[in-house]
């Protein structure tokens, strides 16, 4: 059964930068079949998808937040990380690991993390 | 980016009842590549439905989608308990990939 587990503060500071890990267990993420990336939910808001990227480090980014967003990827320990630098509280959400099936010149998410909220603020 | 309008934003039914949700796309969805999520509360989203008809791995075939270009619908034919949730519209034509807002399904 796939698990994917997002770990990290949950607490973060106006201007520092928030830090998640997602670590895969009963799955590989090396496999060109997926992708695996990160999506979030602010508190009474919709989901905003944030990034994708392969076993090989290929990413794919939402334009709003490309400039501040790094996701990289560690296959030996099963984990795809979350970097996003200059947080404010319009940050504030919960944020959700998940594997995105590819598809012809595409992916769609396919299974999702319980997700982890995080909070900025002094 | 795409923009996807879901309604209504929250639906009425009693158990045994049909339901039927919209999502709408600002745009056409390139190659119909639209999911359905369902999220309840404490529990991670659960995919549904891919490439606008089909269902996902284990989903009850109660769990019915159609549609192409900008107009998409999700319908479940006999409503269970376990059925009230919120559900999201999603596409992955086009980068962004963007959600609907969401359609609440209450008990009546």
């Known amino acids: 059964q796939l698990q994917l587990q997002e770990s990290g503060p949950g607490l973060v500071k106006p201007s520092e930068t928030l830090s998640l890990t997602c670590t895969v267990s009963?799955?590989?993420?090396?496999?060109?079949?997926?992708?695996w990336g990160w999506i979030r939910q602010p508190p009474e808001k919709g989901l905003e998808w944030i990034g994708i990227?392969?076993?090989?480090?290929?990413?794919y980014y939402n334009p709003s937040l490309q400039s501040r967003v790094t996701l990289s990827v560690d296959p030996s320990r099963n984990q795809v990380s979350l970097q996003l630098k200059s947080v404010t509280a319009g940050d504030t959400a919960v944020y959700y690991c998940?594997?995105?099936?590819?598809?012809?010149?595409?992916?769609?998410?396919?299974?999702w993390g319980l997700g982890s909220l995080v909070t900025v603020s002094s | 980016e795409i923009v996807l309008t879901q309604s209504p934003g929250t639906l009425s039914l009693s158990p045994g009842e049909r339901a039927t949700l919209s999502c709408r796309a600002s745009?056409?969805?390139?190659?119909?590549?639209l999911a359905w999520h369902q999220q309840k509360p404490g529990q991670a989203p659960r995919l549904l439905i891919y490439?606008?008809?089909s269902r996902a791995t284990g989903i009850p075939d109660r769990f019915s989608a159609s549609g192409s270009g900008t107009d998409f619908t999700l319908t479940i034919s006999r409503l269970e308990p376990e059925d009230f949730a919120v559900y999201y519209c999603?596409?992955?034509?086009?980068?962004?990939?963007?959600f609907g807002l969401g359609t609440k399904l209450e008990v009546k």
């Open positions: 998940a594997r995105f099936k590819t598809v012809p010149s595409s992916s769609f998410c396919d299974y």
């Open positions: 009963g799955g590989s993420i090396v496999s060109s079949a997926y992708y």
């Open positions: 990227i392969n076993y090989h480090g290929d990413t």
């Open positions: 745009q056409n969805v390139w190659s119909n590549y």
């Open positions: 490439g606008a008809s």
């Open positions: 999603q596409q992955y034509g086009s980068s962004p990939y963007t």
